[in-house]
């Protein structure tokens, strides 16, 4: 089954500690991108990312962090200087080529920071 | 900046009551995308409108995208229970090569049965 996924489904941590959200594709997706939630806000971009040990900030970047060391893996770190971390995550991506710029969503990470 | 504004924020109906979702754009938009959100899921993709003035039609779902490029619309003819959800609508900027998207902060709907 091609798609992407994202672990855990939940997640809580303490606050003051660091903590990394996984996200993989296996569609050979090019672009990836990290979306936070909260209700009534709409998805805002953290990262994203358009090739291999690429990336640039989003809207809302700061407290965050990632990496792009593999094509099919784009993974958020919410680093402890993240004022209020507690959303919901989701990882998207898309090819790079062709006209489409649909972006395919995982299923998401609800983070809780306590 | 980019800035991509949907209305209403809620939208509550009876079913086989319509329902319409708008978005404006700050900005002339390259393309415009919907998508829908079920309680508890992640946001799917519905379509994506490219031509000035394009409609398009899926089953009860009618999307339209102005002909300036820079407002849309999602109706939903009848609605029924299984419409129940957030729908998103998200542009790209004209003359962007990095294929992001700005959305809209979504409308959500309930439908009553």
């Known amino acids: 089954d091609g798609g992407i996924t994202q672990s855990p489904k939940y997640l809580f941590r303490k606050e003051g500690q660091n903590v990394t959200l996984s996200c993989e594709q296996n569609?050979?997706?090019?672009?990836m991108y990290w979306y936070r939630q909260d209700p009534g806000q709409g998805l805002r971009l953290i990262y994203y990312?358009?090739?291999?040990?690429?990336?640039q900030k989003g809207d809302i970047a700061e407290g965050y962090s990632v990496s792009r060391e593999k094509k099919e893996s784009f993974p958020l770190t919410v680093t402890s200087a993240q004022k209020n971390p507690t959303a919901f995550y989701l990882c998207?991506?898309?090819?790079?080529?062709?006209?489409?710029?649909?972006?395919?969503f995982g299923p998401g990470t609800r983070l809780t920071v306590t | 900046g980019q800035q991509v504004m949907q209305i209403p924020q809620y939208q509550h109906v009876q079913e086989g009551e319509d329902f319409t979702t708008y978005c404006n754009s700050s900005t002339t938009l390259s393309n415009i995308q919907w998508y829908k959100q079920r309680p508890g899921g992640h946001p799917v993709f519905l379509i994506q409108l490219v031509k000035s003035g394009e409609v398009k039609k899926q089953k009860r779902l009618t999307f339209q995208f102005g002909e300036a490029k820079k407002n849309s619309s999602l109706h939903i003819t009848a609605t029924q229970t299984t419409d129940v959800g957030t729908y998103f609508c998200a542009g790209t900027d004209r003359g962007s090569t990095l294929g992001r998207l700005y959305f809209g902060r979504g409308t959500q709907l309930t439908v009553w049965p």
């Open positions: 990312s358009q090739i291999v040990n690429d990336f």
């Open positions: 998207a991506s898309r090819p790079r080529q062709g006209s489409s710029y649909e972006q395919y």
């Open positions: 569609l050979n997706h090019d672009a």
